[in-house]
């Protein structure tokens, strides 16, 4: 896998951290054409602590990053047989000169975000225009950064890793200032791969922390600074990968066996189980109409899928990929992910739907 590995396990880690199901999926970029319950509600407002076995060393996405099972209404997609290939015109995107791409969000205007590995094998979070200027999100003193979701007013989340190996959470506002934090406790600041995920228009962020004990929790931090954990005693682990306006969330759980789950979440209903034909499936993405994104493991590969809210299911993987390691959708149904290639190199992808308008 040349150079590329590294790279892959990060995208990996970057595509578990979209699927939030097989632990760490790999992801890439690349230019196509087609014509991301509240169990009681913790709130916290301890100042986060570090881990007290920590270790300093830096920390991509792995296959391993995200958890999931649920007590809950278990909804099943329609069988195999039900399921078609989406019809979508693909563009490869790859940031120039990059060894490596991925995208990890679009929002409804289709800027897109995700992260780049340079000649030199250090990552780079990216923020990509509609007209396909890049722009290089890169935070002081990182030894690792990915920019994981970003809401219709440009502001962008995700992930940095300090000199020491430990893993923060990033704001950058759509003008450009960028602030770094951390969830709060039971959260605790480690070298494990905690990271925000995604952001609303109202400015409310999900994501994913570990616990003193090193459980996966996912968590919900308000834009009003209330904050809680995302988990439910009967979950192994929890990852929180987007939240729409109405503060719907969606994202992935492991159950005690270790199989991942996708779930939907609000604070009146709880936690409901969304599967992709009983396979290990985690959802990533969720727009304002109510379709859904993520990915599944078929037993030998990733994949990934579009829930249109009218119940029907369309697969979505880039012509020449043997692995798609995310897939998130915008308002349009335009959506955004990585794959990789035959030859196991990464890019990122902008796909748009013919789907008719009112499907």
Known sequence: MRALLPIRDAVAIVCSVLLGLVPGLPLNAADLNFTRIEYPNILATDIPQRHPNARPQRQDYTRGDVPGSISAGRQKLKARSSARAGHYTYTQVDVPGAVFTGLFAINSSGQTVGLYVDASNATHAFLRNVDGSIVTIDYPGAIFIAANGINSQGDVVGRWDDASGFTHSFLRTSQGSITSFDPLAPC?????????????????????????????????????????????????????????????????????????????????????????????SGLRAINQRGDMSGIYFDGFTLHGFLRVRNGLEVTIDPPGSIETDTVVVNNSRAVAGAYLDGDFNGHGYIAVSTLAAGQ
């Open 188 to 280: 605790v600041v480690t070298t494990q791969a905690s990271a925000a995920h995604g952001i609303n228009d109202r400015g409310d962020i999900v994501g994913r922390c570990f616990d003193v004990s090193g459980k996966e929790l996912g968590w919900f931090l308000r834009h009003d600074g209330s904050f809680a954990v995302l988990d439910d005693p009967s979950f192994h682990s929890s990852d929180g990968w987007a939240i729409d306006n109405s503060m719907m969330v969606v994202g992935d759980y492991s159950d005690t066996d270790d199989f991942v789950h996708g779930f939907t979440w609000t604070e009146a209903n709880g936690f409901a189980t969304l599967d992709f034909e009983d396979n290990i």
